[in-house]
């Protein structure tokens, strides 16, 4: 009987136990706009809006709980924080806010979700009545109160959250404006990082298509990387793209390309590859080594054309001191190939081959041969 | 004898109540409707199995008092403690994120009696950071893997972050995604970290409060 209840026991834990392992399979603990308009894509990801000053503006996030349990998930609004390279994040809550992170009144400060559903937690965005015309940035952050965070007492201590941006513009006179500052180049291992950096001059951010080539020096494109990447306003931004050598080597140079919407009555996300302005830069011409493998052909390849070269350098050399320091023989009769060379001391193939002469050899009487010069002249 | 009646009668109740609803649903006669709910963008340190680490941790080498400016290093992400990223959200257009790392506070010990900083403000120096220690990053020298089955998961549409010493509050972007990526997982390990601490600092265990953020740009 004990045996039985054992095994079913073991049965119920079995089908229990994979359910909690995959916990993170599909999103743990996350958020999104709970109303994303039908004619911007970029809404269901992030909040866009387009506000006067002194609007007021509501809208509500889903927070979804993705985990096999309740929890209490923690909702704020903070600035937006420019990340080194320049990529978008958000400020951390003990920061103070300044811009759009004041502007978020949220109904509720966290929320308790059952494992699986979703809760909106509505939200009003006040904007102040002298804000400036352009983008301005933050974030609704949202995080697991029971999140995981490690307990060492030596070392860092990590905590996780989520965020969704909230991009605001003021309307008014807006900048769509960027330029390439520089583009850095180095080896990694077998491949080649190409860094190119973008100067955002606008006043609002810009959805730009970025793209980088390795180019040979008779134009040949050895390898392409591309992306599209929000550049915040008056902010720069780098992006370390990995692209591999070429096999064989050889001298190259690095090009970047970047494309975006200059028009300026299009919101954020709303002119997905509408991408009408473009700019390039390109570094100077850089030595990329070979492959291991092209790095063995081309030396050996090198070695034959250096022994080559060498052979023909000896050729004309030696075709020069016949010309110039052997003397004429002329051929009598009875005289062979080996007969004469035997004469002059020199092996009989190399007076042949001196001579142009071709197999059988046969020499004509009064044909003039190049000899050396006998010992006594 | 009677308990383990009763407790052979619970459990097979709780079974029978497990396999009702798959008895149920099989009789029914009309169309079935599958529904696959959205995942969300998370971040999270998981072991080789994807499952949640406990305690993930980020230890640092250890140090002697020294009357010099020394410096300690450390790794962020490695096998068994992969820093996931996992957009599962399927949308249709326009997604991209970014992970960021950020110190909450600085480098204390229990009580937070003694401390030192992971950012420095000192500008003039010998050695940047000796003076009042100060935290680099360096994910560039990490090793980002896609774990997912699609062909539009892939490294190519993520830049890693350059190495960067902790400056102010600005997070250091570990990882970007290009925008139009729509299910994305994978992690990234080896993430270098390198702590310069100050002269004389005393001997003690400090720990440094970081966030990790990943954001739907």
Known sequence: ?377 | MNNIKRTIIALLLVAGVMLVPATVSAQVNSNVTQTINTGTLTTAILDGSRNVVASPSAAMTAANFSFNCQAVTGTLGSASQRLYVINPSGTTAGQTWTLTLAATGNWENTGATRSYSYNDPTVAEATAGCANGQLTVNPSAGTVTTDCASTACTTAVITKGGSTAMSGVTPVTILTSAVGTTVWRGYITNIGLSQQIPAEQPADSYTLPMTLTVTAA
């Open chain 1, 1 to 377: 009987m004990k045996k039985i209840a054992f095994l079913l026991v073991f049965m119920l834990a079995v089908a229990i136990i994979p359910a909690v392992t995959s916990a993170v399979e599909y999103g743990g603990i996350g958020g999104r706009p709970a109303n994303p308009r039908a004619d911007n894509p970029r809404t269901q990801s992030i909040f866009v809006y387009e506000l006067e000053p002194g609007q007021e503006q509501t809208d509500a996030v889903r927070v979804f709980n993705n985990t096999e349990e309740t929890r209490t998930i923690k909702v704020g609004a903070v600035d937006s924080a420019l990340a080194s390279d320049g990529a978008f994040s958000c400020a951390q809550e003990l920061e103070d806010k300044k811009d759009v992170g004041s502007w978020i009144q949220l109904s509720s400060a966290s929320v308790t979700v059952a494992p699986g559903k979703s809760k909106d937690v509505p939200f009003t965005i006040n904007v102040p009545s002298n804000v400036s015309v352009g983008e301005h940035g933050g974030c609704i952050t949202i995080q697991d109160t029971q999140s995981t965070e490690s307990t060492t007492q030596n070392g860092v201590v990590l905590s996780f959250r989520s965020a969704i941006r909230v991009a605001i513009t003021i309307p008014g006179e807006i900048v769509k404006d960027l330029n390439f500052t520089q583009i850095n180049t180095s080896a990694d291992k077998d491949s080649y990082i190409v860094r190119p950096t973008i100067e955002n001059k606008g006043n609002v951010s810009l959805d730009t298509n970025v793209t980088v080539r390795l180019i040979s020096l008779i134009g040949t494109v050895a390898d392409t990387k591309e992306g599209t990447y929000p550049i915040l306003p008056n902010s720069s931004a780098s992006w370390s793209f990995q692209l591999s050598g070429p096999f064989w080597g050889g001298i190259y140079r690095a090009e970047a390309e970047a494309k975006f919407d200059g028009n300026v009555n299009t919101q954020l996300g709303e002119s997905a590859g509408n991408e009408s302005s473009n700019r390039t830069i390109s570094s100077g011409y850089i030595l990329i080594a070979p492959s291991p493998i092209a790095a063995v052909i081309e030396g050996f390849v090198a070695l034959l054309l250096v022994a080559a070269i060498i052979l023909g350098v000896k050729k004309r050399s030696h075709k020069r001191h016949v010309k110039h320091r052997w003397q004429t023989y002329v051929v009598k009769s009875g005289d062979t190939v080996k007969t004469v060379a035997n004469a002059h001391n020199i092996p009989w193939k190399k007076l042949a081959s001196s001579n142009k002469l071709k197999a059988p050899y046969d020499l004509e009487v009064g044909k003039k041969l190049r000899v050396p010069p006998s010992a006594s002249e």
